[in-house]
C-alpha cells in the first residue's frame, strides 16, 4: 500500500507537471477544501482550473 507521501506527489506531478486534468477524479475527494484563492474552492472545477494554468503559463 502506497503512503500518503506517494500518493500526494503522484497528485501533484500529474496536475503541475504533466498538467493533466484527471488526476483531479482520481486523487481529490469530492470534499477537498482547496485553500489556493487562484483555484477554485469546487472540486468539479479543478480540472478546469488546472486546464487554465497550462493555458496561461506553459507552452
Same mark, same amino acid.
Not at 18 to 41: G, L, M, T, W
Given at each position: 500500500?502506497? +503512503?500518503a507521501k506517494q500518493i500526494a506527489l503522484r497528485a501533484?506531478?500529474?496536475a503541475f507537471i504533466d498538467r493533466d486534468?484527471?488526476?483531479v477524479e482520481r486523487y481529490f475527494a469530492?470534499?477537498?477544501i482547496?485553500?489556493?484563492p487562484a483555484i477554485s474552492k469546487?472540486? +468539479?472545477r479543478h480540472s478546469?482550473?488546472?486546464q487554465k494554468?497550462?493555458?496561461r503559463f506553459f507552452l
Amino acid at each position: 500500500m502506497e +503512503d500518503a507521501k506517494q500518493i500526494a506527489l503522484r497528485a501533484l506531478t500529474g496536475a503541475f507537471i504533466d498538467r493533466d486534468p484527471s488526476v483531479v477524479e482520481r486523487y481529490f475527494a469530492p470534499d477537498y477544501i482547496q485553500h489556493n484563492p487562484a483555484i477554485s474552492k469546487r472540486p +468539479d472545477r479543478h480540472s478546469r482550473s488546472y486546464q487554465k494554468l497550462k493555458q496561461r503559463f506553459f507552452l
